[in-house]
């Protein structure tokens, strides 16, 4: 008789709260740069809580380890970060103030983006008296739309891993996804055909991997070592390359300073364009999709000039 009424109740809850509408806690995520919260976002759903540590106006080779960033550590289930040493300065600080064992390096909730592509401009010699903010190759991987696609792959595994009794709506928002991203990225790949070989001068070098994929030409970068402001004679340089090398445009970040930027411009009327560089970045890059979308528009309309 006890064995009838208990299997009533059991039937009748599951009736009642059916598991997938039973209150699971959430998976807590802190991404160290708003373009892998952007895509925590978009595998995660609603079985996230996504915390970004910086914006998209905020430069994150450069942020304190505030107290509210370090609560968020706590929490965190997984930190996603470009990595790379790209957060060595704050990063590391956060993660010794309590981060859980399961963040820690090695272990699941631990995605560093720079680990699992092919990172670009490793330097053959690492001298970092020199203040190099880059000694282990360039950092920002995002810009090439293909490893937001394989980082979409290793944060669903991980969420899989992690929380594996909702791994199979992690799977089902990767899919679509990828689905998505595949045809977007098939669109942008025809919109850069007519951008290549166009001839750029940055002022950060943080676009490698955005050139690399779409074509672009990097004629030199205002900074002459990464992290650390150009100097009088370097700018006597760019100056001499920008006149003799067509160059079409001089990209720069939202964060970083304007004024050699505007300096050059000045000098040589060759036009000056920020580019979104991370979702946020500019008004209508709100999410992946459009951050690629804008920064190829922008692009165009500086080809597009006579
Ligand atoms: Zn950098």
Redesign the pocket.
Known sequence: MKAWYTTLLVVTLGALFPLSAVAQEPVRILACEPEWAALAEEIGGDDVIVHSATHGRQDA?HIRARPSLIAKVRLADIVFCSGAE?EVGWLPVLMQRGARRIVQPGQPGHIMAADHVEVMERPEVIDRSLGD??PSGN??VHLDPRNIATLADVLANRLARIDPSRSDAYRERLASFQSRWADAMAGWQKRTERLRGMKVIVH???WPYLLHWSGLKRVTALERV??IPPTASHLAEVFELARNSGTKVIIRAPFEPVDASDWLFGKTAIPVVELPFTVGGHPEAQDLFSLFDVTLTLLEEVQDRP
Request: overall charge positive; aromatic content about 0%.
């Open positions: 080779h790209l903010i880059h950092p920002h950060h070098k943080a990464s992290g």
